[in-house]
């Protein structure tokens, strides 16, 4: 009996010695809940959302954008040509468009891209990049001399342009006169 009196009288002298009595551990409760709402509204509070505009492009970086666009949209102004060579089946000079006035169309849409808003940047990227396969399954399709291939890498090609140019600013597409 008296091995069984230890531990009760240990647990007990435990208790109290650490206060972990029962108005101890309802204390502590008190104050971590009071710790854990002074903390939540501090955090609030100071989350910067108030007073905070949301984010615009800066008037350097839209005059790059708008430069960049210009050879964008110079470049899908040729379009109609670049049909007609299609049309045509004139693989060279389908060629020569591609890799000439139309070789610097990724280019310019990277510039543009880094200058965009974060949040539209990854829809810009995407449209970019299949523009950007477009022109290369255009250029194949030219090089094998492939009829069937050359028509459906010109319509990709084409609907690329107008997506792409759809991520433009407005005010550079009011600017180009594109609105």
Not at 18 to 40: D, E, K, S
Not at 114 to 135: F, G, I
Not at 157 to 168: D, I, N, T
Request: aromatic letters at 6%; hydrophobic letters at 40%.
């Amino acid at each position: 009996m008296a091995s069984a009196r230890i531990p009760a009288v240990f647990t007990a002298f435990n208790q109290t010695a650490f206060g972990q009595t029962t108005f101890g551990q309802q204390l502590r409760r008190l104050l971590v809940l009071c710790l854990a709402t002074v903390l939540c509204l501090g955090l609030s509070a100071c989350d910067g959302s108030q007073g905070k505009k949301p984010p615009t492009i800066s008037p350097e970086d839209m005059a790059l954008i708008e430069r960049q666009a210009e050879g964008f949209l110079a470049a899908r102004n040729r379009l109609p040509e670049l049909a007609a060579l299609v049309n045509d089946r004139n693989w060279v000079f389908t060629a020569n468009l591609i890799h000439g006035p139309m070789q610097e169309v990724g280019r310019e849409m990277s510039y543009i891209n880094q200058r965009l808003l974060p949040a539209d940047r990854p829809e810009a990227e995407k449209r970019a990049t299949a523009l950007k396969t477009a022109l290369a399954q255009l250029d194949e399709a030219a090089r094998l001399q492939d009829g069937d291939k050359l028509r459906k890498g010109y319509i990709k090609v084409a609907s690329g342009f107008g997506l792409y140019a759809q991520v433009l600013p407005t005010q550079v597409q009011e600017d180009l006169k594109q609105i």
